[in-house]
């Protein structure tokens, strides 16, 4: 018994790396910390009440942003555990099995782990606010696709511990992925925590989709809506389109896995390259899905520190809405060296010149935004000044990548893997954190300290271009990626030496962005005008932190930039004030379904990752059970009254 107990153990758990003892530590003690502080504070009803079972949309939001932060230092010491490996010629820091599940989790958890939720939590905390909404369409969706994400991103996450974590990249691909070359649970919760978390991010689209399509204020039409409900209603579009393609992928590689299906193995008939096929045709549009929003938080903050409306709105727009439709003819650009006819090549090789085209228009309306504006170079504004070369650097490399007779020398070099970090770090990282220091005051109700954010600035950004740039030349060089050691006779060392300590440099940003938000807390700026930036949009009309209702009064919007031309028309006395009409709001009432139901895919998940079929029943019996619930579950609402509306104004400092 007890032996058999051990062998199980010694299986079910990660052992002999001493890197993975000193995690499991940490998580020991940082869980006991946890339940510690909950117990002694006596915090539990109100972690029930207030977070896990909200459906408010900024609490969702704050959870997002919470979630996304530690994945991003999850994947940020992943990527410095490679970077030390590499650091030098002959290096044995870590093992190779073990640099294969590093650089597969850390390209995991970069993208559908920290990318997709840092972009849903800036969705969540704007959206409504700028449309003048008092809530997405979907309260309990929204809430269920957090939940989702978060299990499966957990469920990921624990590969690490137990069963061991996926090595055979970041997308998988077969035969690498298949039994015979990957026979332990580790694709398995690929598979699953994917699955599970981009259900959620399904729902999510969906769901902010009606919202921009419905929920606008009255008068706000689509042609005056701001830049970034534009921007997110185009990312929609690609996530409603790509992911049920991600969805049916992942299925079929588990099928090959667990039921011995031949999808995408050649000795059954199937076919390994129609797997990269379908995984790019999802692959290529969410690097779009992720950095189209961005796209539109640079406008909202160039217009605004520059104090002028943006140039070429409906340029932008228009850009934005054909990103989305180029994004699907992009994917083949993958995998030139496949063998293909020249027309399917060429066709490939010139869509993915045509999306440089729409980006290239912002790039100037953006410029020309800036030109002779006067520009106020705080934190939003500095990252999105230190996009625009980053960008610029990354599109032109792409450019490069897309001659198809010129990718037959790129093909997974390194010089792939610096164009690829330059466009997704300098667009989407640097553009969701100009978008958190923007909107961190509607959200908190205070600033972030200026002078630590500029120590987090320039680190991370001189660190970028000290880590990357070499990478270019080292691709020129012959190195390519998933290299796991190397020889001094190549002549990269000292190339990825220098590589390394630009890695280190971005991580000690990183350190002082967190730092800085500590400090902050108690010391941040309070924002006692809901409108800190001298705004241009409608979330800055009402105070900060937001009230749960979001509008005491529900506005009406007649021109584009709605609150920035009240305000003139205030200043120049031209402006009529309307006498506001207190009504009962109507708001969604708290469920803690979606929290429960999540964790039964969870079950489902795991179960159906060690193969544990019984364990997978009681997970889908425990989600049909709650679905059940929720279809009989009538009391789903309720009215916030007049007098409440009134107290809650009067405490944030307003009169209604």
């Not at 840092?118 to 309260?139: I, K, S």
């Not at 139901?597 to 489902?604: D, E, K, R």
């Amino acid at each position: 018994m007890w032996e058999n107990i051990k062998d199980f153990a010694s299986t079910f758990f990660v052992t002999g790396d001493p890197l993975i003892y000193g995690a499991d530590v940490s998580i020991v003690l940082t869980i006991i910390a946890i339940l510690f502080v909950l117990t002694k504070y006596k915090k539990w009803g109100w972690l029930w009440r207030e977070w896990l079972t909200t459906v408010d949309h900024k609490r969702i939001g704050i959870m997002y942003l919470i979630a996304s932060l530690l994945m991003l230092f999850r994947g940020g010491v992943d990527a410095l555990l490679m970077r030390v490996q590499l650091a030098f010629p002959n290096v044995e820091f870590l093992h190779s099995d073990h640099y294969n599940a590093i650089f597969t989790t850390h390209g995991t958890i970069m993208i559908l782990f920290m990318a997709m939720p840092m972009m849903f939590a800036l969705f969540n905390m704007v959206v409504p606010l700028q449309l003048g909404a008092r809530d997405v369409a979907y309260p309990f969706l929204n809430a269920l696709s957090f939940w989702l994400f978060m299990l499966g991103a957990m469920l990921f996450n624990l590969s690490f511990v137990i069963g061991g974590s996926p090595d055979a990249g970041w997308l998988s691909y077969p035969p690498l992925s298949q039994n015979e070359f990957s026979p332990g649970p580790g694709q398995n919760f690929y598979i699953w925590g994917i699955q599970i978390s981009g259900i959620g991010s399904l729902a999510t689209g969906i769901n902010f989709i009606v919202t921009i399509l419905k929920m606008r204020a009255p008068g706000m039409k689509l042609s005056k809506m701001p830049l970034f409900s534009w921007s997110v209603l185009s990312s929609c579009i690609m996530i409603i389109f790509a992911f049920p393609i991600l969805t049916v992928t992942l299925a079929l590689l588990f099928l090959d896995r667990f039921a011995g299906a031949h999808f995408f193995t050649m000795d059954g008939g199937g076919n390994p390259m129609m797997y990269l096929n379908l995984i790019w045709m999802w692959g290529h549009p969410e690097v779009y899905i992720v950095v189209v929003p961005a796209f539109g938080i640079f406008s909202e903050i160039v217009a605004t520190f520059s104090r002028k409306k943006i140039f070429g709105y409906k340029s932008m727009v228009w850009a934005m809405m054909i990103i989305a439709v180029v994004s699907f003819f992009t994917w083949a650009h993958h995998f030139f060296t496949m063998g293909t006819s020249a027309s399917v090549i060429a066709f490939f090789a010139i869509s993915t010149m045509i999306v440089g085209i729409p980006t290239g228009v912002k790039v100037f309306n953006w410029l020309f935004t800036m030109y002779r504006g006067r520009i106020s170079f705080k934190q939003p504004m500095l990252w999105t000044i230190a996009f625009i070369p980053c960008f610029v650097i990354g599109g032109a490399t792409g450019v490069m990548l897309a001659v198809a007779p010129a990718d037959y020398q790129y093909h997974n070099s390194y010089f792939l893997v610096a164009h690829f970090h330059q466009v997704l770090i300098g667009g989407v990282v640097f553009g969701y954190l100009a978008g958190i220091y923007y909107w961190w005051p509607k959200l908190f109700g205070f600033k972030l300290d200026e002078k630590l954010g500029k120590w987090g600035f320039w680190f991370w950004n001189i660190g970028f271009y000290v880590c990357f740039m070499p990478q270019y030349a080292l691709g020129f060089m012959g190195m390519t990626r998933r290299y796991y050691t190397y020889g001094w006779d190549r002549g990269w060392a000292d190339l990825n030496l220098v590589s390394t300590v630009g890695a280190f440099m971005m991580g000690i940003g990183f350190i002082f962005q967190v730092w800085q938000i500590a400090y902050s807390i108690k010391h941040g700026e309070r924002d006692t005008t809901g409108d800190p930036w001298n705004g241009r949009t409608l979330e800055w009309s009402i105070p900060s932190p937001a009230p749960f209702y979001n509008f005491a009064v529900v506005p009406q919007v007649k021109e584009m930039d709605d609150w920035w031309e009240t305000k003139e028309a205030k200043a120049n006395g031209t402006y009529k004030e309307q006498p506001a009409k207190l009504e009962p709001i109507h708001m969604p009432k708290n469920s803690g379904i979606p929290f429960i139901m999540a964790n039964f895919w969870f079950l489902v998940g795991f179960g159906f990752t060690f193969g544990w079929v019984w364990m997978a029943v009681i997970g889908f019996i425990g989600v049909f059970a709650c679905m059940w619930a929720r279809s009989f579950q009538y009391d789903t609402d309720y009215y916030v009254p007049v007098e409440e509306v009134r107290r809650t104004e009067a405490s944030l400092g307003r009169v209604v």
